[in-house]
């Protein structure tokens, strides 16, 4: 399994001072929502500049004008940007469209889509190169985890190509396991976390 680290609280100068000690445990630099909304896409710019070989993710929820946002993100240096799964089939066309003429990579993110295992049929067909089951931080709150949506995901579709996010921890992780997903997502476990290699260590153990 790949490890993604969301960066959503920090500002793109900590995210530089943290891939700077702990890059070499990362395999996808993720520039969250909400460091996008309040630095721009000059944050993934810094980032895929200062650390040209990392992956980096940029999390633009693209909901409309697939080919415009879409450009946008790849242009400021994003390897992968996201769409999500509520978005139109035209919208998300438009970023598929644009990831091919870039020669980058969309990632689905399903969040409150009610039916992702069966939206995914459709998605593979279009050429969707990730899709992302992503459980909301604000629901995560109420004890709701990814693991149902990950185990019909598997029974029908296995785990290549699948992400998984929403309150991802070590505990969490032991089940997950099980379902080979391709990719986890982790955020405030890392962020919260008194040593962050350490948190990072045990990620991946």
Same mark, same amino acid.
């Given at each position: 399994?790949k /490890?993604? *680290?969301?960066? +959503? %609280?920090?500002?793109s +100068?900590e *995210? #530089?001072?943290? /891939?700077e000690?702990?890059?070499?445990?990362?395999?996808?630099?993720?520039?969250?929502t909400?460091l !996008?909304?309040?630095?721009?896409?000059?944050?993934i710019?810094?980032?895929?500049?200062?650390?040209?070989?990392q992956? *980096? /993710?940029?999390? #633009?929820?693209?909901?409309?004008?697939g %080919?415009l946002?879409a450009?946008?993100?790849?242009?400021?240096?994003?390897?992968i940007?996201? *769409? %999500?799964? %509520?978005a139109?089939?035209k919208?998300l066309?438009?970023?598929?469209?644009?990831a091919?003429k870039?020669? =980058?990579?969309?990632?689905v +993110?399903? !969040?409150?889509?009610p039916?992702?295992?069966?939206?995914?049929?459709?998605?593979?067909?279009?050429?969707?190169d /990730?899709?992302c &089951?992503?459980?909301?931080? +604000?629901?995560?709150?109420?004890?709701?985890t990814?693991?149902?949506? &990950?185990?019909?995901?598997?029974? #029908?579709?296995?785990g290549?190509?699948?992400?998984?996010a929403?309150?991802?921890? @070590?505990d969490?992780? =032991?089940?997950?396991?099980?379902f080979? @997903?391709?990719?986890i997502?982790?955020?405030?476990?890392?962020?919260?976390?008194?040593?962050h =290699?350490d948190? &990072?260590?045990?990620l991946?153990?």
């Amino acid at each position: 399994m790949k /490890l993604q *680290v969301a960066f +959503d %609280l920090q500002s793109s +100068d900590e *995210v #530089l001072k943290f /891939l700077e000690k702990n890059g070499d445990l990362i395999d996808i630099v993720e520039i969250g929502t909400p460091l !996008i909304m309040k630095e721009g896409v000059k944050s993934i710019q810094k980032i895929k500049k200062n650390y040209p070989k990392q992956t *980096v /993710l940029a999390d #633009l929820k693209i909901m409309d004008a697939g %080919l415009l946002e879409a450009q946008i993100g790849f242009d400021a240096g994003a390897d992968i940007v996201t *769409v %999500l799964g %509520l978005a139109s089939k035209k919208t998300l066309n438009g970023v598929k469209q644009t990831a091919v003429k870039n020669g =980058r990579k969309v990632m689905v +993110d399903m !969040i409150n889509h009610p039916y992702p295992e069966k939206k995914w049929k459709e998605l593979m067909k279009m050429g969707i190169d /990730l899709c992302c &089951l992503h459980t909301a931080n +604000d629901d995560t709150q109420d004890g709701k985890t990814p693991l149902n949506d &990950l185990e019909r995901f598997y029974n #029908l579709h296995g785990g290549n190509n699948i992400a998984v996010a929403g309150g991802i921890n @070590p505990d969490m992780i =032991r089940k997950i396991k099980s379902f080979h @997903p391709e990719i986890i997502i982790v955020g405030g476990y890392i962020a919260n976390s008194r040593n962050h =290699r350490d948190a &990072l260590v045990e990620l991946h153990q």
